[in-house]
């Protein structure tokens, strides 16, 4: 039967970026959407039962009112084109300068409206911020990263480093999720996971590490 295997979220902002940068890569619709969604289904039977399968989802959605807008790669090829969209943008993130990154993650139900509220909150606190959100929707992990406003200095925007974190960390607990997905704490976030974290919950990461690293030889001063 079909199976998702792949469910990517990506924000106009991203595909801006890579289309820009990378203008052999082309945007597969007429028009710009604020998110668009890369959704891949494999199938044991025949391609013919996956698109199949994805056609009803489609007629769904849209039904529903969730989708505006849909395009089938119809090759091997154009499945390629479609998710080297996705994989270029950490490169076109790199082209473009440099950015204050999130790893975060929130749970899927919550995910849309994380990302209006977060991005009304940084466009108020300074306007013209761009978010270059994109990650695996499937289990809800995002990379949240904020670009200057075009034209701004790079260097000079990472001054805002810390109220930035600070607003988009706030609202990953507002929406009770994570804000160490993918590449864990480490040193960096060991201040901000105590400022999340209960008692509890600190309390029991403690005794794991103790009970697995009782001489603390194994990654000291990390996470706890």
Known sequence: GAMLTGFELMSAMCLELVTRHYP???Y??????????????????SAEHARATFETLMEAAFEAGIVADA??????????????LREHIPLAQVEEGKNIKHDIAVPISRVGDFIAST??????????????????????????????????????FLAH???????VHDSVHAYDGSISAEHGLGQLKREENRRYKSEVELAM?????????PLGLMNPGKVV
């Open 28 to 45: 597969p619709f007429d028009r710009p959407h604020p998110q668009v969604v890369l959704l891949e289904l494999s199938d044991s039977e």
């Open 24 to 26: 052999q890569l082309r």
């Open 161 to 167: 480093q810390d109220a930035i974190n600070r607003i």
């Open 71 to 84: 395009v089938v790669a119809e090759s091997v090829q154009q499945s390629r084109d479609f998710w080297n």
């Open 205 to 213: 990461m403690r005794a794991i590490k103790q009970a697995l690293d």
């Open 119 to 156: 991005d009304a909150q940084l466009q108020a606190a300074f306007p013209g911020v761009r978010m270059v959100t994109f990650g695996h929707l499937g289990d809800g992990n995002l990379h949240y990263n904020v670009s200057p406003p075009a034209g701004q200095d790079h260097d000079a």
